[in-house]
């Protein structure tokens, strides 16, 4: 079931012929296309289900982590949400063609400034299956032609949702070329992929910061990079500490093997020993390992809380472990973020606006939440439908990649004979 196409050079050509046809596709034409995919979805979930438990069963999956597993591993839920997402997709506006600006300059030319798609888009990303559709979706409503690049351990899930999206498009009369998948190959793959000038317009690696740092000493095409998030939730000292418990507890315990999970809690030091000892045991009886700075460890009511150096403090642990702190201010608070942060997501459970509002101000991250968990980022969640990955840069996008961050800009303007003096 599984169609890979293995040339990186093959496929990026490939998918930038079909990204001309693709490009000029009237809306519902794109729309009927991921119409059949949430129904083929349904339609073939046992089939994708047998080949991402062979994936689980490979040896390639048996040294994972836990939380790489949950990440890896689908079921009927898992599906029917990408089915959903996809089904949400369709329901947006599509973002080709929109008009940002329209007006007349002083020669009298007619000016339109334009959303147009961005061509051959190409994703780079780890474990998790539903990436594969939630990206073609995107990609193919908003115009752009895409290459897939998965891990090798998800290749079958990858290979039977690829397929399945191949079929959709086709069956509409759209270029099937404009979705490819590479079969996972070594980092020489990814150099060839991030190097091909003239065939991809965009490169979007979801993972680590190796990941990230692999791709910035060999990449020439433009990159947005969805990387890291080394999350936080600060509870300061007017803060409702019964919320602060729900908050905390979500953003770390609800998925903890995904980019907006919190990493660190830092606690005001005047709530420290009033909160501490009930959430940091609720977090140890949900299995999570705690270390943190001396402050927290004498606040936590004999939660054991092992010792945090300098690296904890900037670990993305994606699994069941968390760095605490206790700090003196609002101040302390907004600096530790800023300085370990990854500029992902952020909260604060605060019940003073000024502190809210000033922690949202100072803070830089892509979102930034008031008594709220972290988990909220996501192109779902935000009404995207779904999201190519979360983007901790500021150009050209920031937070959730939708469907408008994959597109760009182009001026048209029309006259009548004017020529410049």
């Known amino acids: 079931m599984a169609t890979a196409t293995t040339g990186v050079a093959e496929a990026c050509a490939a998918a930038k012929r079909a990204a001309r046809g693709l490009a000029t596709a009237e809306g519902g034409t794109k729309d009927a296309a991921l119409e059949r995919l949430a129904e083929l ?65 002083a020669s009298g030319l007619r000016m339109e400034k334009l959303r147009v798609p961005l061509g051959v888009v190409a994703v780079i990303y780890e474990a998790r299956p539903n990436v594969t559709v939630d990206c073609a979706a995107l990609c193919l409503k908003s115009g752009n032609a895409i290459v897939l690049r998965g891990s090798s351990y998800a290749e079958r899930s990858n290979g039977a ?97 995904v980019c907006n999970a919190a990493e660190t809690l830092l606690v005001h030091s005047s709530v420290a020993e009033a909160l501490l000892p009930v959430l940091l045991g609720d977090l140890a009886d949900a299995g999570v390992e705690l270390v943190g700075d001396e402050r927290a460890g004498a606040a936590g009511g ?65 979102a930034v939440y008031v008594n709220a968990s972290t988990r909220f980022t996501d192109g779902y969640e935000f009404g995207m439908g779904a999201e190519i990955g979360n983007s901790t840069q500021k150009l050209h996008a920031r937070g959730p990649i939708g469907l408008r961050e994959l597109t760009t800009i182009k001026y048209v303007v029309r006259g009548t004979g004017q020529v410049r003096e």
């Open 161 to 257: 949702l690829a397929a399945l999206v191949r079929e959709a498009v086709a069956e509409v009369g759209l270029p099937e070329d404009a979705v490819q998948l590479l079969a996972g190959g070594d980092r020489s793959q990814l150099a060839e992929l991030a190097s091909a000038e003239g065939l991809v317009d965009l490169v979007i690696p979801r993972g680590g910061e190796g990941l990230k740092h692999a791709l910035k000493e060999v990449a020439t095409v433009p990159v947005i990079y969805a990387a890291s998030g080394n999350c936080h939730v600060y509870v300061h000292e007017d803060a409702d500490l019964e919320m602060a418990r729900r908050v905390a507890y979500n953003a770390k315990v609800q998925r903890p093997g």
């Open 41 to 105: 979805l349904g339609e073939r979930t046992r089939e994708i289900l047998e080949a991402n438990a062979a994936d689980l069963a490979d040896e390639r999956a048996a040294g994972l982590t836990e939380a790489l597993r949950d990440r890896l591993a689908l079921d009927e839920a898992r599906v029917q949400a990408m089915a959903a997402g996809v089904r949400e997709i369709v329901s947006l506006p599509d973002p080709v063609g929109e008009v940002i600006e329209a007006r007349t300059l």
């Open 302 to 366: 004999g939660v054991e809380v092992g010792p945090a150096g300098e690296e904890d403090w900037r670990t993305e642990y994606l699994g069941m472990k968390m760095a605490v702190g206790v700090v003196e201010s609002l101040d302390e608070a907004i600096e530790h973020v800023n300085r370990y942060g990854s500029g992902h997501s952020e909260a604060i459970v605060a019940g003073s606006e000024e502190a809210a509002g000033r922690f949202t101000d100072e803070v830089d991250a892509a």
